[in-house]
Structures are given as structure tokens and as C-alpha cells.
């Protein structure tokens, strides 16, 4: 690097949620995932800018007016042990150029937001993670891993333990955050009625399987019948999720082997305003409405 030249020198800066921001960010995350054509910039001003718990949270690495990495969150509300309405990120795009991957640039990025999120109000992170990136959290960022998503595939409706199970993680959502969340650009949520258990749909890569969003009791009463159009048949579906108070068994279903998945579903957790506070796996609620896979 020549440093006698100042548009050379490495800067980490806070991200640039300005439409030409949002274009540097689309640039980029193209070149890193070039199969990946729901990353426009209509998609990246919904998920960074529109979200009503609050914009995007994160850092830019820049080489002059190149941006060569990302690192970005979006805020959530969650219950999280005995704080019922605890504000936190989900981490969502985390990507370096393929041209300019310096020894621990990732971990800059990822370290700046750990010590400047507390400065703006947030209390942990959270997301969920290929095999690669919850290695590298878990081992050189003090991250814990809460076990894995499971993919069940088939029919029948899941059933329910109890009426107050107490989780020590769940996301919240209001009715404001829900219709944000079901305007994602490019897909088309409808809504299936069923006699005790209604859910959302949306197509998946697989014609004849449909991704199903599980409607947490708490949010069944919201008036999706205004939002959304009725889905139609739907012979198949995945549910994608890690609820403790769900009893799958005697549901014709099954979970799809981790070697079949194109990621392993791992759930990240790292409380940064209390670093000694742990999360028991057996109590965390984690539904495919909680983060952005469809």
C-alpha cells in the first residue's frame, strides 16, 4: 500500500445509506454473490432504510472511492431472557471483495460494530450463519453458536406445547414491522387459512414446494387477510425453524439432513453489552418470519 498517498490508505467508515451508498453496497455484494439477482437496490433500501425498528447498522471498508467491504445489521426488538423488549441486530450482509481479501479486514469490521453498538443503544447480535462464518465467530469473536435451524419438509400443521412456554430468545414484532417485513421486493407472501394454525407461503427454487412462515400465536389476531392474497394449493411445504414448543412428532413430516442443505442454518448469538450473559439453546424461538432467507 502506498501511503504516501492518502486515496490509498485504508478507512473504515459507517455506512452510506444514501441512494449512491446503497449503489456502492449493490456493486459490490454483486460481484461477491453474482448468482444472488434478488440483491438490487430496490431490495437493499427495503432491508437497510424502510425497516420502522430503525435503519441499518454497521461499517464500510474503502480504498480510495472503492468499497471493498461491508458489514451490515438491521435492528430488532427481541425478548431475551428477562428483558421483554430488548433492542438488537441481525446481522444480514457481511462481504469483502474478492480482489482485496487483507488479513483481518472481516475482523475490523465485525470488531468496530461490536464496540460501537452499545454507543447506539443495541444490545446484542444475532443471525443465522453458514458453517464458515459461525466457525469464525465462535472462534475469534466470542460468539456462541444456539444450535441449528431445522428444514422439516411434508404436510400437517405443527402443534403446539404450551400456551406460555418461556423463551429466552424470541424476536418481536408489531403490526408496522410485519407489513414492512411482508413488502419485501420480489416476493409474493400469501396467506394460508387453516382452521387453527394460518401461515404465509412463498414460492421457493422448487415448483412444487412452497416456504411456509409460522404465525406465532401472539400475532395470529393481525389482519393479514388485508395484506396478503389466500395462497393456493400448496402439496408440499418447508418449515424452517427452531421452536422448543413445537411437537413435530406424529406430523408427517421430515428434517432434511444437513448434506442436503445449501447452508447448515446455524443461529449466531453475541451479547456485546453483557458479554457474560448465556442463552439456553433449548429456549430459543427462531422462525423463518425472524430473518430474511425468502
Do not use: C
Not at 431445522?150 to 412456554?165: C, K, L, Q, T, V
Request: hydrophobic content about 35%; proline content about 9%.
Amino acid at each position: 500500500m502506498n501511503v504516501e498517498n492518502p486515496s490509498d490508505e485504508l478507512r473504515i467508515e459507517p455506512l452510506d445509506l444514501s441512494p449512491a451508498g446503497i449503489r456502492k453496497v449493490r456493486q459490490l455484494l454483486n460481484v461477491v454473490w453474482p448468482a444472488q439477482t434478488y440483491l438490487t437496490e430496490e431490495y437493499l433500501d427495503w432491508e437497510y432504510n424502510q425497516n420502522p425498528t430503525g435503519a441499518a447498522f454497521g461499517f464500510n471498508a474503502w480504498l480510495g472511492d472503492e468499497l471493498i467491504g461491508h458489514y451490515a445489521s438491521q435492528p430488532i426488538r427481541a425478548k431475551v431472557l428477562d428483558n421483554p423488549n430488548r433492542l438488537g441486530l441481525l446481522l444480514i450482509n457481511t462481504a469483502i471483495h474478492p480482489k482485496h481479501r487483507r488479513p483481518r479486514l472481516f475482523f475490523r469490521l465485525a470488531t468496530k460494530a461490536f464496540a460501537e453498538g452499545p454507543k447506539a443503544g443495541f444490545g446484542y447480535y444475532t443471525g443465522i450463519s453458514n458453517q464458515q462464518a459461525s466457525s469464525l465467530y465462535t472462534k475469534y469473536l466470542g460468539g456462541t453458536q444456539l444450535g441449528q435451524l431445522d428444514a422439516n419438509i411434508g404436510f400437517g400443521e405443527p402443534r403446539y406445547i404450551s400456551d406460555d412456554f418461556d423463551y429466552d430468545f424470541k424476536r418481536l414484532w408489531n403490526e408496522d414491522e410485519l407489513r414492512w417485513r411482508l413488502n419485501r421486493p420480489g416476493n409474493p407472501y400469501r396467506l394460508r387459512h387453516s382452521k387453527n394454525n394460518p401461515t404465509l407461503l412463498t414460492p421457493t427454487a422448487y415448483p412444487v414446494i412452497k416456504a411456509e412462515f409460522e404465525l406465532p400465536r401472539e400475532y395470529r389476531s393481525m389482519p393479514f387477510d388485508h395484506w396478503l392474497k389466500p395462497a393456493g394449493f400448496s402439496p408440499l411445504r418447508i418449515w424452517i425453524g427452531k421452536d422448543p414448543n413445537i411437537d413435530w412428532r406424529h406430523v408427517p413430516r421430515f428434517n432434511l439432513p444437513v448434506r442436503y442443505r445449501p447452508s447448515p442454518l446455524n443461529i449466531l448469538y453475541k451479547d456485546i453489552e453483557n458479554p457474560e450473559q448465556a442463552l439456553n439453546p433449548e429456549r430459543v424461538r427462531f422462525h423463518l418470519l425472524d430473518f430474511d432467507a425468502y
